[in-house]
């Protein structure tokens, strides 16, 4: 079956980095879109940004991280990465990696990055 399992998350300072994994199983990961969303405290879950499927992929992204991200993925390994720099308390939130298999969408159980200022 379909798994997408997130890691990474950290508490961290305002102005620090880190990088989010995900490791996804149970279906050909090379030929799917990829996408990282992040859900903050009582806001709604929301696109970060996303990675069309080959290599390199095709990015796109949401304005509000707009230069402070990179998408990689491996397709070799079947994970999917979000590199965050200049981390700011907004971008507290959970983070998570679906994949949308129509006519259904799968996510994993996510994984939580707390920025302090």
């Known amino acids: 079956q379909v798994q997408l399992v997130e890691s990474g998350g950290a508490v961290v300072q305002a102005g620090g980095s880190l990088r989010l994994s995900c490791a996804a199983s149970?279906?050909?990961?090379?030929?799917?879109?990829m996408s990282w969303y992040h859900q903050g405290l009582g806001k709604e879950r929301e696109v970060v940004a996303t990675?069309?499927?080959?290599?390199?992929?095709?990015?796109r992204d949401h304005n509000s991280v707009r230069g402070r991200f990179t998408i990689p993925r491996d397709n070799a390994r079947n994970t999917l990465y979000l590199q965050r720099n200049s981390l700011h308390p907004d971008d507290t939130a959970w983070y998570y990696c679906p994949v949308r298999l129509p006519p259904a969408r799968f996510w994993g159980q996510g994984t939580q990055v707390t920025v302090h200022a």
């Open positions: 149970g279906f050909s990961f090379r030929t799917y879109t």
């Open positions: 990675i069309a499927a080959g290599a390199p992929g095709q990015t």
